[in-house]
T-cell receptor
Framework: KAGVTQTPRYLIKTRGQQVTLSCSPI?????VSWYQQTPGQGLQFLFE???????NKGNFPGRFSGRQFSNSRSEMNVSTLELGDSALYLC?????????????FGPGTRLTVL | AQSVTQPDIHITVSEGASLELRCNYS??????LFWYVQSPGQGLQLLLK??????LVQGIKGFEAEFKRSQSSFNLRKPSVHWSDAAEYFC?????????????FGTGTRLQVFP
């Protein structure tokens, strides 16, 4: 079974632009979560989607948004990019988002904002 | 509020030596606890998890962890470290009371292994 895939793997943008990152969960998984990883703040939860509904959201500004499609694929969008948005963005999927499910992480998208 | 503390930012051991990585958590109830490993440029791989039952949990790659409620700890151990274990290790806590996958991560411990 294929793992979690994230595209693109690397991205370079300039301040003020917007970006869309994509995550394809493991087949059959209905829950997708997103995390931001930076050297200064570590791993921080962004949001969680289950059956196309956002179930939980972390403490990030409204410039960060996401959505999930009927096939469970998810996208996250960051508008008006700032230098501090440079990070590794990780996506994870699980079967049911019950907390007791094992989450499987993708390789991440490395975003650099210049 | 939930939180996770990994007191050791960086640990260096010799190959073949034993290893213990510390993790302390703060959570109102009995949490779900996880250890993940991240190699450079990679995502996170689950080593082991604790939900309930036996407090000594076995994981992949020869790792184990012990849940100690009285100490709010979930330390990761390995009896003999291999050079390939060099990576960053993250402890995380998840909710056992809400329907959510949200994880709170510690700041990580970077493990360096000398031959």
């Amino acid at each position: 079974k294929a793992g979690v895939t994230q595209t693109p793997r690397y991205l370079i943008k300039t301040r003020g632009q917007q970006v869309t990152l994509s995550c394809s969960p493991i087949s059959g998984h209905r829950s997708v979560s997103w995390y931001q990883q930076t050297p200064g703040q570590g791993l921080q939860f962004l949001f969680e989607y289950f059956s196309e509904t956002q179930r939980n959201k972390g403490n990030f500004p409204g410039r960060f948004s996401g959505r999930q499609f009927s096939n469970s694929r998810s996208e996250m969008n960051v508008s008006t990019l700032e230098l501090g948005d440079s990070a590794l963005y990780l996506c994870a999927s699980s079967l049911e988002a019950s907390g007791g499910d094992t989450q499987y992480f993708g390789p991440g998208t490395r975003l650099t904002v210049l | 509020a939930q939180s996770v503390t990994q007191p050791d930012i960086h640990i260096t051991v010799s190959e073949g030596a034993s290893l213990e990585l510390r993790c302390n958590y703060s959570y109102g109830a009995t949490p779900y606890l996880f250890w993940y490993v991240q190699s450079p440029g990679q995502g996170l791989q689950l080593l082991l998890k604790y939900f309930s039952g036996d407090t000594l949990v076995q994981g992949i790659k020869g790792f184990e962890a012990e849940f100690k409620r009285s100490q709010s700890s979930f330390n990761l151990r390995k009896p003999s470290v291999h050079w390939s274990d060099a990576a960053e290790y993250f402890c995380a806590v998840g909710s056992s009371t809400d329907n959510t996958d949200k994880l709170i991560f510690g700041t990580g411990t970077r493990l360096q292994v000398f031959p």
